[in-house]
């Protein structure tokens, strides 16, 4: 097999467009008048030399001598999981798809060319930029996503928790005006949309489920259109840009009453806490998709406001919240004053750290 150098996204030269084609037609949502192109994204990253080995005449310029030198490099300069970081680049500057080939290829030699996109892409890497805004995309259950920055980048948690959704969708004995088995659409509400992985796994995973997706940056909605349309589904999901407001209330109309379930990956990490956040969080990606406020809840709580209002019966919410939410959560919706809420924490699941990172609630009827 032959390596080959693909287009490649080009985000440390100061500027980072994306392309959203406006002749698939999405449901409510008029692409070039709601998500028109996007302005130029700066980021903190130079193209300039910094001194790092070189790739002049007696460099040792195969595959495994390259990842060798930026392995080390990085290690010396503190960057997190060195290893990984300069495969995946490599990777992507050959035009690879998995790690086995570059083992396979190891001895095969890089051109200047690719010498010299490998340098400038790890120059981003030692300025603390992630590796998938540096790639420009990213593997989410089984597909490939484009990553831009400063759209927030999901995380293994964020797959754990599609499979949570998964688990729970209704199913025909649940609905109580028709029979989902005969052609009911499956209507989920996911509350910052970001890139889109979320709604869209669960599109490509369940053939039932049609989405509707709201984030508060133009920039996330233009990404999760962009993805959507590359994932050829566009048709069944509307990415509608507005923002929840603290009574749980949204500025824009949704396009439905009620849905059969809502998820969300909220910013939910305590304020005081921003500060321990590693720099290629802090440096580029959004952090009002991380802030949660003083207790981490600022937009949990809206977010229990607009379920209540917005799931049916027997409704479910599942969000991904801190460790320490789960039983806030379920003291504050025991509380009096949320009496009318009619929301019940049915369970709280663990991530792969075994700490409680997701929590389950139905919507009940009154009593």
């Not at 992630?130 to 597909?143: A, K, L, T």
């Not at 999901?154 to 797959?159: A, H, M």
């Not at 709580?301 to 027997?314: G, I, M, T, V």
């Not at 025991?334 to 139905?362: C, G, N």
């Amino acid at each position: 097999m032959a390596f080959s150098i693909r287009a490649l996204a080009r985000p440390c030269l100061g500027l980072m467009e994306m392309s959203v084609s406006s002749r698939i037609p999405m449901r409510s949502v008029e692409l070039s008048k709601e998500f028109p192109p996007s302005a130029p994204v700066p980021v903190r990253c130079s193209s300039t030399q910094t001194g790092v080995p070189g790739t002049g005449a007696g460099a040792a310029n195969t595959i495994a001598a390259v990842l060798e030198k930026w392995e080390s490099k990085f290690k010396d300069e503190g960057i997190s999981e060195p290893k990984d970081s300069i495969r995946n680049i490599v990777l992507h500057v050959m035009g690879g798809q998995t790690f086995t080939e570059l083992d396979r290829h190891s001895q095969t030699e890089m051109t200047e060319e690719e010498l010299k996109e490998t340098d400038r892409l790890c120059e981003c890497r030692l300025a603390r930029m992630p590796v998938q805004y540096i790639i420009g995309e990213w593997d989410f259950r089984g597909m490939t996503l484009k990553m831009v920055p400063p759209v927030f980048i999901p995380r293994p948690e964020t797959e754990e928790l599609v499979g949570l959704v998964g688990a729970v969708l209704p199913h025909s004995i649940e609905c109580e005006n028709c029979t989902i088995a005969e052609g009911c659409h499956i209507n989920i509400l996911e509350v910052g949309s970001g890139s889109g992985a979320i709604s869209l796994a669960l599109i490509k995973e369940h053939s039932k489920v049609y989405c509707t997706a709201i984030d508060q940056s133009t920039t996330a909605c233009r990404l999760t259109v962009e993805n959507a349309l590359d994932q050829g589904f566009a048709k069944r999901i509307n990415v509608i840009h507005a923002k929840l407001a603290e009574d749980g209330s949204f500025n824009k109309s949704l396009g439905h009453e009620k849905f059969d379930l809502i998820v969300s990956n909220p910013p939910y990490v305590p304020s005081k806490d921003m500060l321990t956040l590693a720099p290629e969080i802090k440096l580029y990606e959004d952090l009002r998709a991380l802030d949660g406020g003083a207790d981490g809840l600022r937009v949990v709580k809206p977010l229990l406001r607009a379920a209540s209002r917005l799931l049916r019966h027997k409704g479910r919410l599942l969000m991904e919240v801190d460790p320490s939410h789960p039983e806030a959560i379920k003291q504050w919706i025991s509380e009096d004053a949320q009496s009318d809420l009619r929301l019940r924490l049915e369970a709280i699941h663990q991530d792969f750290s075994h700490k409680p990172r997701y929590v389950q609630l139905i919507k009940m009827k009154m009593a």
